[in-house]
Nanobody, 124 residues
Framework: VQLQASGGGLVQAGGSLRLSCAAS????????MGWFRQTPGKEREFVAA??????TTVYSDSVKGRFTISRDNAMVYLQMNSLKSEDAAVYYC????????????????????WGQGTQVTVSS
């Protein structure tokens, strides 16, 4: 049972990357999915979440307007545009045990499965 995040890499500031998250051994089509990120020495932070229907999304203020979370039956995506140096981090996808609205989506304890992370590096 695992979530596999991919798509990270090195990009110049202002550039774009698209992260993907695939699930094996577990069902996520009926679950809210989220993206988080972590930099060394800092706590992991919420980035975005999308409900099972795909119609409702939540973003942290730091990425709102630049990042877009989306999903299909098999994958969850994070399109990252206008990347900044402060976006550099290891990005994790996670499955949430139940739905959420607004800031409730930020609670990490409500996510039960986590991917291994993919590194995003932004050069200035």
């Amino acid at each position: 049972v695992q979530l596999q995040a991919s798509g990270g890499g090195l990009v110049q500031a202002g550039g774009s990357l698209r992260l993907s998250c695939a699930a094996s051994g577990l069902t996520f089509s009926r679950f809210t999915m989220g993206w988080f990120r972590q930099t060394p020495g800092k706590e992991r932070e919420f980035v975005a979440a999308i409900r099972a229907s795909g119609g409702t999304t939540v973003y942290s203020d730091s990425v709102k307007g630049r990042f877009t979370i989306s999903r299909d039956n098999a994958m969850v995506y994070l399109q990252m545009n206008s990347l900044k140096s402060e976006d550099a981090a290891v990005y994790y996808c996670a499955r949430r045990r139940f739905g959420c609205v607004g800031y409730a989506c930020y609670r990490q304890n409500d996510y039960d499965y986590w991917g291994q992370g993919t590194q995003v590096t932004v050069s200035s």
